[in-house]
């Protein structure tokens, strides 16, 4: 169980399109998702609070416009980059909470996608 | 706010030995989680293990285990008989009692598991 999806695994784009990433929680339902960005061998930089339902809670610096997040469901949450240029090519992952008390399954675990590999030309 | 750091960048360990990976926090809250997720060369971030800080036991999940210091803000994790399988990156991450489920994450440590 705990099983996160994401698509595309890879995406490369050309210079001011704009790019969907799709996160799904596929054997569980998840409140909250979370996204990320990941630069090589560093460690992994929260971009955003994905929420069911409301809007999404930003870090600071991550400009809200730029990525789009939409949670639509209890098992998909969406980020759009949106405009996207070449700064913007990185490793983007998202993770899902698993909130449910379960004697089985950790409670309030976060459990990671794949990741998408994005390179805007 | 809350911190974690690992202070070991990189490490390496011969094939069926023992590896200790070091990790530290600061934190002013009494109950939080703390993990350790490994990162192997496809990205994918898998869970390792996992402690609640009410729980004085230290976790252990097979072959991996950690030591767990609360008054020292201390959480390392053990990896007996290493595999090379293991060879990922490894990331400490601790998480608040508070309802944002926010993770706060080390910077990481490479582990080379060598036949």
């Known amino acids: 169980g705990a099983v996160v999806s994401q698509h595309p695994s890879r995406v490369i784009c050309k210079s001011g399109t704009s790019v969907k990433i799709e996160c799904r929680s596929l054997d569980f339902q998840a409140t909250t998702m979370f996204w990320y960005r990941q630069f090589p061998k560093q460690s992994l930089m929260l971009m955003a609070t994905s929420n069911e339902g409301s809007k999404a809670t930003y870090e600071q610096g991550v400009e809200k416009d730029k990525f789009l997040i939409n949670h639509a469901s209890l098992t998909l949450s969406t980020l759009t980059v949106t405009s996207a240029h070449p700064e913007d090519s990185s490793f983007y992952i998202c993770?899902?909470?698993?909130?449910?008390?379960?004697?089985?399954?950790?409670?309030?675990?976060?459990?990671f996608g794949p990741g998408t590999r994005l390179t805007v030309l | 706010a809350q911190t974690v750091t690992q202070s070991q960048p990189e490490m390496s360990v011969q094939e069926a030995e023992t590896v200790t990976l070091s990790c530290t926090y600061d934190?002013?809250?009494?109950?939080?989680?703390l993990f350790w997720y490994k990162q192997p060369p496809s990205r994918q971030m898998i869970l390792v293990i996992r402690q609640e800080a009410y729980k004085q036991q230290n976790a252990t999940e097979n072959r991996f285990s950690v030591n767990f210091q609360k008054a020292a803000k201390s959480f390392s994790l053990k990896i007996s008989d290493s595999q090379l399988g293991d060879t990922a990156m490894y990331f400490c991450a601790w998480g608040g009692s508070s309802n944002t489920g926010k993770l706060i994450f080390g910077q990481g440590t490479t582990l080379q598991v060598k036949p």
């Open positions: 993770s899902a909470r698993d909130s449910r008390d379960s004697g089985r399954v950790s409670t309030d675990t976060q459990y």
């Open positions: 934190t002013s809250e009494n109950n939080y989680y």
